[in-house]
């Protein structure tokens, strides 16, 4: 595959052009890769600024409390979303979940590290780890390709 980007000033909106033998599962991946780049969800900062935030850019989502925070490299966010629907709507865009109050963007996994009990450590881009409880171990592998989905 060969990819190539050219500048040019006098757009008023990036485009994307795709050029291919045949329409197989790597085109389809590619096409549904750059849809996805951006989705938004609207997140809520701290002093209650709503703002749009990239799905791709946030790291995982977690319960807390009754209430649902979107991170990402240097911020968070509090989304008004269940968990479960987020796991829903996110299953095909690289998020899988990985203990009850956690989804992972598994684009944003940098290592896997075991973890004593059966469990996994993450190391995300931005430095910081979260755990894969033993009960998601299995979902998590089939996630990024390790191991069958159930």
């Given at each position: 595959m060969k990819i190539f980007v050219k500048d040019k000033m006098n757009l008023s909106e990036t485009e994307v052009e795709i050029r291919c033998r045949e329409r197989d599962n790597e085109v389809e991946a590619i096409i549904e890769?750059?849809?996805?780049v951006e989705d938004t969800?609207?997140?809520?900062?701290?002093?209650?600024?709503?703002v749009p935030?990239?799905?791709?850019?946030?790291?995982?989502f977690e319960a807390v409390d009754r209430n649902v925070y979107g991170?990402?490299?240097?911020?968070?966010y509090r989304i008004k979303r269940t968990l479960y629907d987020l796991e829903e709507d996110l299953?095909?865009?690289?998020?899988v979940?990985?203990?009850k109050s956690v989804i992972v963007n598994i684009k944003a996994v940098k290592r896997i590290a075991p973890e004593d009990a059966r469990r996994l450590k993450l190391e995300l881009r931005n430095g910081e780890?979260?755990?894969v409880?033993?009960?998601?171990?299995?979902?998590f592998k089939a996630g990024i390709g390790m191991k069958e989905a159930k």
């Amino acid at each position: 595959m060969k990819i190539f980007v050219k500048d040019k000033m006098n757009l008023s909106e990036t485009e994307v052009e795709i050029r291919c033998r045949e329409r197989d599962n790597e085109v389809e991946a590619i096409i549904e890769s750059v849809r996805n780049v951006e989705d938004t969800l609207m997140g809520e900062k701290e002093n209650g600024d709503k703002v749009p935030v990239r799905i791709s850019r946030v790291l995982y989502f977690e319960a807390v409390d009754r209430n649902v925070y979107g991170y990402t490299d240097q911020e968070f966010y509090r989304i008004k979303r269940t968990l479960y629907d987020l796991e829903e709507d996110l299953e095909k865009r690289h998020f899988v979940r990985i203990s009850k109050s956690v989804i992972v963007n598994i684009k944003a996994v940098k290592r896997i590290a075991p973890e004593d009990a059966r469990r996994l450590k993450l190391e995300l881009r931005n430095g910081e780890w979260i755990v894969v409880s033993r009960n998601y171990v299995a979902d998590f592998k089939a996630g990024i390709g390790m191991k069958e989905a159930k």
